[in-house]
């Protein structure tokens, strides 16, 4: 029933969007954004709304945070997170109209479908508020509602970490098991990077893909479940620390650590100690707390400094593993 409801709302913002199209929607006057930039000169305050709370999002307000000091504490951060995965759509539109009626300065909004949230980006702009889209994967750059978007490229990021299985696993037999996260085109994105990158290498086989919710106590439920089915895996991968991480908990209980490794994506603390531990091979720095830094640096330049800002801005990706963790900035961590 909540699966109906959700592609509902969906097929209605599409509806709206056909209108839009037809009725002569879009740049108008030749405008870059419904929004234009302006000065501002008071402290702002400002909003991030995340899809979910979890170490990778939390990381980005952390980075968020450490910028609005460095520039001296003229905006206050206002973050408003949905409860859970299954019910980000819903709980968006609602925390996004209060924030509306609030009359905020400007949103940072990370959200899995920017095709539902299309009329409260639209409302936003009636209501001359900005808005700032962040850890999205693929955009409609010609979308007027908002500002920018920021993040990094997760079909990159996918393939990298693929790349780095195949440059360490394509001349062995490899059956690997995946934890993914909830259907959407973040998941999508991230796991069409990483077959991409392992197509031409046929000695490594997915055999087994199971959806593990994003969390820890998910990947420690599918990874229980794989095993069931698929004694015979010798590499983990999930694209979340997170969701590895909870597999790491199986096979650490099963006495299975050098028999199964374990392949991440996101960098997070716990991730980087495990490899650090030999426990987990490799993960991917996607710049989750830089993604914070240029999420008020666009802010700034837009609403104080009355700057325009590119439409995308992304941050590289790295892949890190024991021969390079040493390299690793640990102030992410901060």
Same mark, same amino acid.
């Given at each position: 029933?909540?699966?109906?409801?959700?592609?509902?709302?969906?097929?209605?913002?599409?509806?709206?969007?056909?209108?839009?199209?037809?009725?002569?929607?879009?740049?108008?006057?030749?405008?870059?954004?419904?929004?234009?930039?302006?000065?501002?000169?008071?402290?702002?305050?400002?909003?991030?709304?995340?899809?979910?709370?979890?170490?990778?999002?939390?990381?980005?307000?952390?980075?968020?945070?450490?910028?609005?000091?460095?520039?001296?504490?003229?905006?206050?951060?206002?973050?408003?997170?949905?409860?859970?995965?299954?019910?980000?759509?819903?709980?968006?539109?609602?925390?996004?109209?209060?924030?509306?009626?609030?009359?905020?300065?400007?949103?940072?909004?990370?959200?899995?479908?920017?095709?539902?949230?299309?009329?409260?980006?639209?409302?936003?702009?009636?209501?001359?508020?900005?808005?700032?889209?962040?850890?999205?994967?693929?955009?409609?750059?010609?979308?007027?509602?908002?500002?920018?978007?920021?993040?990094?490229?997760?079909?990159?990021?996918?393939?990298?970490?693929?790349?780095?299985?195949? &440059?360490?696993? /394509?001349?062995?037999? +490899? #059956?690997? @098991? %995946?934890?993914?996260?909830? !259907? *959407?085109?973040?998941?999508?994105?991230?796991?069409?990077?990483?077959?991409?990158?392992?197509?031409?290498?046929?000695?490594?086989?997915?055999?087994?893909?199971?959806?593990?919710?994003?969390?820890?106590?998910?990947?420690?439920?599918?990874?229980?479940?794989?095993?069931?089915?698929?004694?015979?895996?010798?590499?983990?991968?999930?694209?979340?620390?997170?969701?590895?991480?909870?597999?790491?908990?199986?096979?650490?209980?099963?006495?299975?650590?050098?028999?199964? &490794?374990?392949? /991440?994506?996101?960098? +997070? #603390?716990? @991730? %980087?100690?495990?490899?650090? !531990? *030999?426990?987990?091979?490799?993960?991917?720095?996607?710049?989750?707390?830089?993604?914070?830094?240029?999420?008020?640096?666009?802010?700034?330049?837009?609403?104080?400094?009355?700057?325009?800002?590119?439409?995308?801005?992304?941050?590289?990706?790295?892949?890190?593993?024991?021969?390079?963790?040493?390299?690793?900035?640990?102030?992410?961590?901060?």
């Amino acid at each position: 029933m909540k699966n109906t409801k959700k592609w509902l709302f969906v097929l209605m913002n599409l509806i709206f969007v056909m209108g839009m199209v037809f009725a002569g929607g879009g740049q108008q006057g030749g405008d870059t954004y419904a929004v234009k930039p302006r000065q501002l000169n008071r402290k702002l305050r400002v909003a991030l709304v995340p899809v979910t709370m979890n170490t990778a999002y939390t990381m980005t307000i952390n980075g968020a945070k450490e910028e609005i000091a460095r520039l001296g504490d003229n905006m206050e951060l206002i973050v408003q997170a949905p409860s859970s995965n299954t019910s980000t759509i819903q709980e968006q539109g609602n925390i996004l109209e209060s924030l509306i009626q609030q009359k905020v300065d400007a949103i940072a909004l990370a959200t899995e479908s920017d095709a539902s949230m299309l009329p409260y980006l639209r409302d936003a702009a009636r209501a001359n508020i900005p808005v700032f889209l962040f850890n999205m994967t693929e955009i409609d750059q010609e979308n007027i509602y908002y500002v920018s978007s920021i993040g990094y490229d997760q079909y990159k990021a996918g393939y990298d970490i693929g790349k780095w299985v195949a &440059d360490n696993y /394509g001349d062995k037999d +490899t #059956k690997i @098991g %995946v934890l993914e996260g909830y !259907a *959407g085109i973040v998941n999508t994105m991230r796991m069409d990077g990483f077959k991409e990158a392992i197509k031409n290498s046929p000695r490594i086989q997915i055999v087994a893909s199971q959806t593990a919710d994003w969390n820890r106590t998910g990947g420690q439920r599918v990874t229980e479940s794989i095993l069931v089915s698929n004694p015979d895996i010798n590499l983990i991968y999930g694209p979340y620390d997170e969701m590895v991480l909870g597999g790491l908990i199986v096979i650490r209980e099963r006495g299975l650590l050098g028999k199964i &490794d374990v392949v /991440g994506f996101g960098c +997070t #603390k716990d @991730g %980087v100690d495990a490899i650090e !531990a *030999g426990e987990m091979k490799a993960t991917i720095d996607v710049g989750e707390k830089g993604t914070g830094f240029d999420i008020i640096n666009a802010v700034n330049d837009f609403c104080v400094k009355g700057q325009t800002v590119e439409k995308v801005i992304n941050r590289p990706s790295t892949v890190y593993d024991a021969t390079n963790l040493k390299e690793l900035d640990r102030s992410i961590f901060d």
